[in-house]
């Protein structure tokens, strides 16, 4: 496959070398030529629109994608195409038998009750006469009474029946029979099926394919990594096995083909090469052979390359990441079998010239790989690579229908002895400015913690000072607070000491004005007393003290008044006064 594609002196070859020397700096788009910036590369989109038209629009192959019956087929004169079902397909062969004069496919024997061979619904039943078929189509029982018809089984029409020369098959819209005609040609069945009889020779259903399914195990990865790699698509080969002198040998007669969206198939027929879109593809010509699946979609990879010498010699190796764009398919093709193998040695010999001009003081400089070291002598080998390194790769890459987007270095490393001591002495330079300025970086940090530690004893002193003030502020407040509370209960005290004092001076008052308004009183009441009323008063008192000495069990008599002409009324209230009388004096003396 691969001498077949480098031959020289090839038809496409030569108009690629022709291409190749006009392309350099050109490709050409939906709307014709357009030019490539050096830089940026064309346009992503249009590159994908242009390489899924070119592939869209390629023309049929023979033998490429024949999903239809040969015409030469069709004709055999015991061939039925299934058109609406395979009943009627296999009545319609039994009258074209009869009217060759050939035997009844189609057996005439009756359906019995019961006893028999059964056939049940959607099955056939098969008998052998003399070497030839006879089948029962419709389901029933059936006695045979026939010495030269022997029973040969039921079968199911909806799988393939291959039977003493019979062939059947059915399949739906996504499946695929592989069939070879009595003249061992091969031709492919879809969403279709047929029933024919093989006097001379037979049809034989080789394999069934789900076109859309053809298995993990027929994948292609990209990279050839089953890991991680991206499918490009499924090939599924269809073989046969054959005796030989040499022994079994497997014969492909068919390949199946799925190739996802924005995925393109590459073919080859000889000197030429076919490019397929993404979809379902199927060949059958011997003399197409697969070169490969190629994706038009955006790529990148990564890799490290060869050493490239700097200016003093020493071995430099990156570790870049490509990502580019499959514009060409058959123009790469043509040349290589994947991308990676086209863009290799371009990437490599972009490497070794802008290496070549430049000192390995500019890679030990940079620090890391996302900057380096402000130098206004030298121009930083980053920059380099993004100008000059991808400028010379898009110039070699356009002639092999392919675009470079970037070419970026994530790492680079010394190579050799020289390198492995350059290196070292960059890493204790770096080890010495890390050290350098992890001391700046802490006698920084202790800096600003003592300035920190300052200023907190100087907010901590003015707290301290701000709480005295509050302090003081608070005793004074409270101090005034006591004065002026001693002063308004001193007032409150006087003021109440002047409102009793001349209180108690009305109430003397009062009391002496009562005490003058009862001597008058008394002394008028007195006055009005009658003569010989006091007389009787005392001697009443003298009556009832003499009686309270006595026992209580003293019995008295009451007799006339003493020859007193005073009524029993004025009597007996002289009594009851002067026993009032002497009560009054008993508690006056009780309580002295």
């Not at 030569?14 to 050096?38: C, K, W």
């Not at 195409?81 to 296999?90: G, I, K, N, P, Q």
């Not at 005490?515 to 008394?522: D, G, N, P, T």
Request: charged share 20%.
């Amino acid at each position: 496959m691969s001498s077949s594609s480098s031959s020289k002196g090839s038809k496409y070859q030569v108009l690629a070398s022709t291409e190749s020397t006009t392309t350099a700096t050109t490709y050409t788009g939906p709307t014709g030529p357009r030019p490539i910036d050096p830089i940026h590369g064309p346009s992503s989109a249009l590159t994908t629109k242009s390489a899924l038209a070119a592939a869209a629009s390629a023309p049929h192959y023979d033998g490429t994608d024949d999903w239809t019956i040969p015409p030469t087929v069709l004709r055999h004169e015991y061939f039925v195409e299934v058109t609406r079902s395979l009943a009627d397909a296999l009545e319609e062969l039994n009258s074209r038998m009869i009217a060759k004069n050939d035997h009844r496919l189609i057996t005439k024997k009756p359906q019995r009750a019961f006893g028999g061979k059964t056939v049940p619904a959607g099955f056939i039943g098969v008998w052998a006469r003399n070497g030839r078929p006879v089948i029962a189509l419709r389901n029933g029982n059936y006695w045979n009474f026939s010495f030269r018809h022997s029973w040969k089984g039921r079968f199911d029409l909806t799988t393939p029946i291959d039977c003493l020369g019979l062939t059947t098959v059915l399949v739906g819209q996504s499946e695929a029979a592989v069939v070879l005609d009595p003249s061992n040609r091969v031709f492919i069945v879809r969403n279709s099926g047929f029933a024919a009889y093989g006097a001379q020779g037979r049809f034989r259903v080789v394999a069934i394919v789900d076109t859309l399914n053809l298995g993990n195990e027929h994948a292609y990865y990209e990279d050839n990594d089953r890991t991680n790699g991206r499918i490009l698509g499924w090939k599924r080969d269809v073989t046969i096995t054959i005796k030989s002198e040499s022994g079994p040998t497997q014969i492909t007669l068919a390949t199946f083909f799925l190739v996802p969206a924005n995925n393109t198939l590459i073919l080859q027929r000889g000197n030429e090469l076919m490019v397929l879109k993404a979809g379902q593809h199927v060949i059958t010509n011997p003399n197409t052979s697969f070169r490969g699946f190629l994706t038009l979609g955006e790529r990148q990879t990564t890799f490290k390359t060869q050493p490239a010498y700097t200016v003093e010699g020493v071995p430099v190796i990156l570790r870049v990441n490509l990502r580019y764009q499959i514009q060409d398919p058959l123009l790469l093709t043509a040349h290589y079998d994947g991308p990676l193998q086209a863009l290799s040695n371009p990437a490599q010999s972009a490497v070794n010239s802008v290496v070549s001009r430049l000192s390995y003081q500019q890679f030990m400089r940079a620090k890391s790989i996302g900057g380096d070291v402000p130098d206004h002598h030298l121009e930083t080998w980053l920059e380099s690579f993004k100008t000059e390194c991808l400028r010379d790769l898009r110039e070699q890459a356009v002639t092999y229908g392919i675009i470079v987007h970037s070419f970026d270095v994530l790492d680079r490393e010394l190579e050799g002895a020289l390198g492995r001591d350059l290196e070292l002495q960059s890493e204790q330079v770096l080890r010495n400015q890390m050290q350098a300025t992890q001391i700046g970086l802490q006698n920084h940090i202790m800096t600003e913690t003592q300035k920190g530690k300052l200023a907190t004893a100087q907010v901590e002193a003015e707290q301290r000072k701000t709480i005295a003030d509050t302090d003081y502020y608070v005793a004074t407040k409270k101090s005034d607070a006591a004065y002026y509370e001693v002063l308004k209960q001193a007032e409150a005290e006087a003021e109440s000491s002047a409102l009793r004092t001349a209180q108690e001076a009305k109430n003397i008052l009062a009391l002496a004005e009562a005490k003058a308004r009862e001597v008058q009183v008394l002394a008028k009441a007195y006055g009005d007393v009658p003569d010989g009323h006091a007389q009787r008063m005392q001697l009443s008192q003298f009556e009832v003290e003499k009686r309270r000495v006595l026992p209580k069990s003293t019995i008295y008599f009451e007799g006339e008044a003493r020859g007193l002409s005073q009524s029993g009324v004025v009597s007996g209230f002289e009594t009851g006064a002067g026993w009032a009388l002497g009560q009054g004096t008993v508690a006056g003396r009780t309580s002295k």
